[in-house]
């Protein structure tokens, strides 16, 4: 089992920054993806930010240019700089990670989602 903390929401006047953290742990488990996906009141929950572990990274158009996601593989965790934050992007923001598991049987897939955490911007 692979649980994730995320960290570092809050409340930010427009045109301002935040840093989210999400933490992995667990035993005998090796990440490959990492997301955070966003979900805002009656909306859909939707992919903001990825990167694998070999850093390559793919945005949503609606954050390219203002958000950074970025990953520390030997901590396991994984970062978002969120910067010129306006109204819009008020939302859940979760983390997710995807990767293998050494069970009894061997390697198992699996993918974990942290409990989110609150981004709210005010105009």
């Known amino acids: 089992q692979v649980q994730l903390v995320e960290s570092g929401g809050g409340l930010v006047q427009a045109g301002g920054s935040l840093r989210l953290s999400c933490a992995a742990s667990g035993s005998r488990f090796s990440i490959n993806a990492m997301a955070w996906y966003r979900q805002a009141p009656r909306k859909q929950r939707e992919l903001v930010a990825s990167?694998?572990?070999?850093?390559?990274?793919n945005y949503a158009d609606s954050v390219k240019g203002r958000f950074t996601i970025s990953r520390d593989n030997a901590k396991n965790t994984v970062y978002l700089q969120m910067n010129s934050l306006q109204p819009e992007d008020t939302a859940v923001y979760y983390c997710?990670?995807?990767?293998?598991?050494?069970?009894?049987?061997?390697?198992?897939?699996?993918?974990?989602w942290g409990q989110g955490t609150q981004v709210t911007v005010s105009s």
């Open positions: 990167i694998t572990k070999g850093g390559s990274t």
């Open positions: 997710k990670a995807e990767g293998t598991t050494v069970q009894t049987m061997g390697l198992m897939s699996f993918a974990s």
